[in-house]
């Protein structure tokens, strides 16, 4: 494989968050406005313009929650550590970020015998006539990116050597 074919696989593996959360809230956008657009002008809807809107919700819901993690842009109490000195900050911060990738990898296994299930029996949507099964993999699939995400950020700071960074105060004062 060339440098080249190998840059773009990078870029796209690393920016795949935004990638796909453009391209989810494009169609849904896209759907809304023709939906408005027909009904506006015939007085009538597409049918199939809602449903898919309505799964493109969900999915950019999903991979914002991806994007989130990945950036460490969530919201996060924890004025509680500043009082701890940052090598202890880290500590506290390291176990409640392996609490959380546990508890979505908890969560990714149950949503995934849930997906079983609605695959063994499956609930074919009214419009599109797909396995809604197939749209909520998305489920389980955000929760194992979110962990992935997490581990792989702090992989990162420490191969840099930036990972007390993650717990220190980057606080700028405003003179006026």
Not at 73 to 84: D, E, K, N
Not at 123 to 132: A, F, G, N, V, W
Not at 138 to 166: D, H, N
Request: proline share 3%; with cysteine; charged share 15%.
């Amino acid at each position: 494989m060339s440098n080249q074919t190998t840059s773009i696989y990078r870029k796209l593996f690393d920016n795949f968050e935004e990638v796909m959360s453009v391209v989810c809230v494009g169609v849904m956008v896209a759907c809304l406005m023709l939906q408005v657009g027909m009904r506006w002008t015939t007085g009538s809807g597409v049918a199939w313009t809602e449903e898919l809107s309505r799964y493109s919700f969900l999915w950019t819901v999903f991979f914002a929650a991806i994007l989130v993690a990945k950036h460490g842009a969530h919201v996060r109490i924890s004025a509680q550590y500043l009082l701890m000195p940052p090598k202890y900050r880290l500590y506290f911060r390291t176990f409640t970020d392996m609490v959380w990738v546990g508890f979505n990898l908890y969560l990714a296994y149950l949503s995934w015998k849930v997906i079983q299930g609605g695959l063994l029996f499956p609930e074919i949507s009214p419009t599109l006539h797909i396995t809604r099964s197939y749209v909520e993999m998305i489920i389980p699939f955000a929760f194992v990116a979110m962990s992935y995400r997490i581990i792989e950020g702090y992989y990162v700071r420490w191969k840099k050597g930036t990972l007390l960074g993650l717990v220190q105060e980057n606080f700028e004062v405003e003179e006026k």
